[in-house]
């Protein structure tokens, strides 16, 4: 992440300079006559550079500009930065809060992925400072939210990482490091699984030569209670197995434990900024590779819960280990709620497309909270059914449930099937009676091209969106 | 199709006799006099079948003496929790287990009346059969059923209550015949010529052909019908029920998608599957049912309902993509996907009908997208709107019938992905998203008025039996847009 200073007094002219204005403020003098002629007027996302010397970079807030807006416009400023090495922030005109959240922006927007290029292509800036007869107030306004920045830019490491290096040993390896933050590490390799008869986490990973793994980190907290549980679709390459995947896009698999990066980066948050609540993070890691001990179509698996499932399509991995991720957070912990977030369906995409996730769950007052937290840090989520109907397409004559529907089982020639509620619908018959929310999160996961909250790559969404669902509603005295 | 009638308890002397009981409920009196009169037999084979009255559960017992050919005991679950919609559910389940007797009672004597005639009402919306192309069908194998009794403390009561339910019911008929035919029979022409059937019910009923829709200016819906050889139409329906002297409001405004049949057109469908395609005018079978349904009613409101009817066809004069048409509005479309024909339709007459009757609200029916099913699956129907209050309402109309909607998002993300090089908009954005990229384009025809939009694809036809729904088609919408109107906006 990029590094944050905070300094009192006016910037010097080395370093381009980015200063925020809201929707029809008036400029400062030296840059309101270029202002005018270019008919900058301070609206949402309009962005003016001026060569200067000094450089400066006009970014607009809008009107009336929120949290958001702030960190929006903080990122558009850095794309028009550029390439330079350091970066100045006026916050001259700012309430601290918004030049925090501006600060955010740049941030977000400064993240790159792993450089793996031998001559690295432009390079983002390494270092913002924030000047400003505010800085003190605005560096305080500004931690909070590292914390949660800090979770969601992990997440986004992680999810970059191709599979050949993060391989289910190297994400273990890397959760594990975690344990310098504070939080309790514990990694289940397959002896443990196969003892403890995780057969649904297993057999997706069997066919890999990179075993799966159980990664558990807790964060204790403060308060005397069960911890939250968050758990996470952590399939660091999705091959389909044997019903291999088509190979156009095929690579965008290697994303596919997002939900498990943004639960990891969630624990960062929360960790990072001391919070008082415990949680427990519970991530399902496997490869679902192609190989002569994969399963197979038909299968009849136990998983860890006992029941059974008849496995239909083995690219249908993710609610699988889910399951076992589920049952052994709700068994081991019994948490007050828990959230499970995954890459789980392309059926989420072509319902809701990559501007919102699917939430679906069994607490109306858990599926409120989550969808609110999403809406303040610009991670938005929408309410999707599980119906009887999906249950009852789920029935099997061999074992307890079938995985999911098979294809030409749908309407219009077969082609049309729910999925992301059928998947919702599995998930459900191993959570019993524990408050449970299901962030599908396909879809928006990564973004092809740069966005409101940063580059073209994964997003890192879910990260900020648990952190701040916890300081919303589990944080309380009991 | 049995007659319904509500009648005093009296044991019928022959026939079948119908109980439907509570869970853990004694027996009513009708029930009693029928037991006591074959000697306990009832009770007797309710036992020993370990009938408990249990939602859904049902137990048949033949020829039990006094005369009867079989009691149906029907299962209506706990007492306290017994709706409407579980009513008119056991009224279904009851429909299928006496279809191949003449005559029925139903002991409604331990039910209120109005829970009666909804019990009435389930069983007739269950009984609808499409046969008329079943020429050799055996005797044997035909429904007999032609009246059924209810016998009800109150039956005036009942009857009175059963009345517009009657009248909404027929709609729910008149809708699932349009929808079940097939597209060689229902034209475009030949669908406006039934909604000529309404004017019987004190409906004004308006046919425009190529000729007018060329003069407003419809290049959208003319784009798609133009590969077609049956000519395309669009008709106006009013109803104006509002009591006179009132009638400062504006009409209530259901606009119905009318593709007789949809191949895709160039952009053509694949061959599995493509016969369910005579039923992509669903959403204008539902309109001119509802319209049936509250003239039949005579609903006190004033309500146009209007219907895009033409086929899409793939043929030397049809449209193609890449094609650029100019709307009623003047926005032009670039049409990309010749298959994302029922917007192209509903643009035109969505703007017409604001044009025309500046109405209160818009609510629009389509089998829209396949998008909708990939979201929701066939038990909710897709609900969009720009109107808070209004999607609330018909939220809760859809829950009171047991025709549910679920609430799709809106947004300019997602308006964005219509956006093309050459013309205002195109017609398609894409995969994801696809069923709200559909509501976005069709908002963009509203000029901001309140509205809603239903995309019914996945609950416009059942390919297995409903409580209340044989399997084909649903008129999912009829009953839902009629208690809409029933609760919010009748004088």
Request: glycine share 10%; hydrophobic share 50%; aromatic share 4%.
């Amino acid at each position: 992440m990029i590094e944050v200073r905070f300094r009192r007094g006016a910037p010097g002219a080395e370093a381009p300079r980015i200063l925020p204005l809201a929707e029809g403020a008036a400029p400062p003098p030296a840059v309101a006559a270029a202002a005018r002629a270019a008919r900058f007027a301070g609206r949402a996302g309009a962005v003016l550079d001026l060569a200067g010397p000094p450089r400066v970079i006009l970014v607009g807030l809008g009107r009336d500009p929120g949290p958001l807006a702030c960190e929006k416009a903080g990122v558009a400023a850095l794309r028009a930065a550029g390439e330079v090495a350091e970066i100045a922030l006026d916050d001259a005109a700012l309430p601290p809060e918004a030049a925090a959240a501006v600060a955010a922006g740049v941030a977000l927007g400064a993240w790159r992925p792993p450089t793996l290029q031998a001559r690295p292509a432009a390079k983002p800036p390494r270092r913002l400072t924030v000047h400003g007869p505010g800085a003190a107030a605005a560096e305080a306004a500004f931690a909070p939210r590292a914390a949660a920045l800090a979770g969601c830019l992990l997440a986004r490491d992680l999810t970059a990482e191709p599979a050949n290096r993060l391989t289910t040993r190297a994400f273990a390896e890397r959760l594990e490091a975690l344990a310098e933050e504070g939080l309790e590490v514990e990694i289940h390799g397959r002896t443990w699984l196969e003892r403890h008869g995780f057969g649904a986490l297993l057999a997706v990973g069997r066919g890999s030569a990179s075993p799966p793994r159980l990664a558990v980190l807790r964060w204790r907290g403060a308060l005397p209670l069960p911890p939250l549980a968050l758990v996470g679709k952590g399939i660091v390459f999705d091959t389909g197995g044997v019903c291999l995947k088509p190979a156009e896009g095929m690579e965008a698999m290697r994303a596919d434990m997002a939900g498990a990066a943004a639960c990891a980066g969630a624990m960062l948050a929360l960790a990072r900024r001391r919070s008082p609540a415990p949680a427990v993070a519970v991530l399902a890691i496997a490869e679902n590779a192609v190989g002569a001990r994969a399963y197979r179509p038909g299968d009849v698996i136990r998983t860890a819960s006992r029941r059974t499932v008849e496995v239909v399509d083995t690219d249908a991995e993710g609610r699988l280990v889910l399951a076992d991720a589920l049952h052994h957070a709700i068994t081991a912990f019994r948490p007050p709620a828990v959230l499970d977030l995954a890459t789980l369906t392309g059926a989420v995409v072509t319902a809701l497309g990559h501007h919102r996730a699917g939430l679906f769950g069994t607490e109306a007052a858990l599926l409120a909270a989550a969808a609110a937290a999403g809406e303040e840090v610009g991670e938005p989520l929408w309410p999707l059914p599980i119906g009887q109907r999906h249950r009852e397409d789920l029935r099997s004559d061999i074992a307890d449930l079938r995985q999911c529907a098979p294809a030409g089982s749908g309407a219009w020639g077969g082609r049309l099937i729910p999925d992301a509620c059928h998947a919702a619908a599995f998930l459900r018959e191993f959570v019993g009676e524990t408050p449970w929310a299901h962030l599908d999160i396909a879809g928006v996961e990564r973004a092809e091209e740069a966005h409101a909250f940063g580059p073209a790559g994964p997003t890192g969404f879910g990260a900020r969106l648990l952190d701040r669902l916890v300081a919303m509603r589990f944080e309380d005295e009991p | 199709m049995p007659d319904i009638a509500f009648v005093k308890p009296a044991l019928p002397r022959a026939g079948a006799l119908v109980l439907p009981l509570a869970e853990e409920a004694p027996l009513g009196p009708l029930a009693k006099q029928a037991d006591e009169a074959t000697g306990g037999a009832i009770s007797r084979g309710l036992e020993a079948a370990k009938f408990t009255g249990r939602k859904g559960q049902s137990a048949t017992l033949w020829a039990p003496g006094a005369g009867l050919t079989k009691v149906v005991a029907v299962g209506l679950g706990k007492s306290a929790d017994l709706s409407a919609t579980a009513a008119e559910a056991a009224g279904g389940a009851i429909a299928p287990a006496i279809a191949k007797e003449r005559e029925a009672m139903v002991a409604a004597d331990t039910l209120t009346p109005v829970l009666a005639a909804s019990l009435a009402l389930g069983l007739r919306l269950r009984a609808y059969r499409f046969d008329r192309y079943r020429t050799t069908e055996k005797e044997e194998d035909k429904p007999k059923l032609e009246r059924v009794a209810l016998a009800v403390a109150d039956a005036a009561h009942a009857k009175a209550a059963f009345a517009p339910m009657q009248a909404v019911a027929e709609g729910v008929f008149l809708a699932r015949d349009l929808v079940s035919e097939p597209a060689n029979v229902l034209t475009p022409a030949e669908c406006a010529e039934r909604c000529k059937a309404l004017e019987k019910l004190g409906v004004e009923v308006e046919i425009l052909g190529p000729k007018e829709m060329k003069k407003l200016g419809f290049g959208a819906l003319l784009g798609v019908a133009q590969g077609s050889a049956n000519e395309p139409r669009m008709v106006v329906m009013k109803w104006m029920g509002a009591p006179k002297g009132k009638k400062a409001g504006k009409p209530l405004a259901f606009i119905g998608k009318g593709v007789t049949f949809d191949t895709g057109g160039i952009s053509i469908k694949p061959a599995q599957g493509m016969e369910d395609m005579k039923w992509d005018m669903a959403g204008a079978g539902t309109v001119i049912g509802l319209m049936a349904a509250l003239a039949g009613r005579k609903a006190k409101a004033d309500v146009v309902g209007l219907v895009g009817l033409v086929e899409n066809m793939p043929s030397g004069t049809a449209q193609r993509p890449g094609d650029v048409v100019k709307t009623a509005s003047g926005q032009t479309v670039e049409v990309i996907n010749t298959d994302a024909e029922g917007r192209l339709v509903l643009a035109d007459v969505i703007h017409y009908c604001i044009d025309k009757f500046d109405p209160r609200f818009m609510v629009d029916l389509a089998t829209l997208t396949g998008a909708i099913i990939i979201a929701l699956g066939h038990e909710h129907a897709g609900l969009f709107s720009n109107d808070d209050t209004l999607a609330q309402r018909i939220e809760a109309a859809g829950r009171a019938v047991g025709e549910a909607a679920w609430r799709m998002p809106l947004g300019e993300a997602y308006d964005k992905q219509l956006k093309s090089d050459i013309a205002d908009m195109k017609n398609v954005g894409g995969r994801p998203g696809g069923a709200i990229t559909a509501a976005q384009f069709l908002q963009r025809f509203v000029q901001g008025r309140p509205w809603a939009h239903l995309d019914i694809a996945g609950t416009a036809w059942t390919t297995k039996d409903l409580p209340t729904v044989p399997k084909g088609a649903t008129a999912f919408g009829v009953r839902m847009l009629d208690r809409l109107v029933a609760d919010h906006y009748e004088a």
